[in-house]
């Protein structure tokens, strides 16, 4: 990841390609002033729109073993969990239930087309 100044060099071939026909030419890509934080962010939007970072919200039933089902279930596909909620107050739809949500991040497209249905699965 270049920041803007580090990328100017690239961007001048690609803004006037004219005035380097012809020739050998390369350019410093550069830049490490970005923050972590950024970088994260920058890197979890990817991951969102590549559909590799997934989000499951289920109402489920609340007894013991749900949590590893859901867990193994998503271990099936290869994928890798990230962040589990568990709400059994005020959230979910009766007392006997709990609402769970699951982030997790897959290894490629393949494995998130392959988790879609996890949704379905998980709460029958």
């Known amino acids: 990841m270049a920041e803007g100044a580090g990328a100017a ?3 001048a071939l690609l803004t006037y390609p004219e005035l380097f026909r012809g020739q050998r030419v390369g350019g410093p890509i550069c830049g490490a002033d970005i923050d972590n934080r950024a970088l994260a962010s920058v890197l979890q ?3 969102f729109r590549d559909g590799r970072l997934m989000r499951l919200a289920l109402n489920i039933p609340d007894r013991p073993g749900v ?3 859901i867990a193994g279930r998503i ?3 290869a994928a890798n969990i990230i962040e589990v909620s568990h ?3 005020l959230t979910s ?3 006997q239930a709990a609402r769970r949500e699951v982030m997790f991040e897959a290894r490629d497209a393949t494995t998130a087309r392959m988790s879609s249905p996890l949704s379905k699965t998980i709460t029958q």
């Open 9 to 11: 060099g690239i961007a």
């Open 45 to 47: 939007r990817v991951m």
């Open 67 to 69: 949590l590893a089902d």
């Open 75 to 77: 271990g099936a596909v």
């Open 87 to 89: 709400h059994r107050l």
């Open 93 to 95: 739809p009766s007392v």
